[in-house]
């Protein structure tokens, strides 16, 4: 997937039955001080065994882990 068609309430898949929910996207979501990427996200995870948690990630990550957009 694009990181263009990654947006702030979108729900994506990775085509094995994990679903996340893109809460926002900015650079105060980086990993770590120093941090290379700066254009980063915060998602809550829909299924699976971390249902209900939030998470950071970069939107290159994202974006190569979304297979298909669901809403």
Not at 1 to 19: A, D, F, H, L, T
Request: net charge positive; glycine share 10%.
């Amino acid at each position: 997937m694009k990181q263009s068609e990654i947006v702030i309430g979108g729900v994506y898949s990775n085509g094995k039955c994990r679903v996340r929910t893109v809460i926002d996207i900015g650079p105060q979501y980086t990993l770590y001080n120093g941090q290379a990427d700066a254009k980063c996200l915060m998602y809550t995870v829909d299924t699976g065994p971390n249902k209900g948690k939030s998470f950071n990630m970069t939107v290159q990550r994202f974006a190569y882990w979304a297979k298909e957009r669901l809403d």
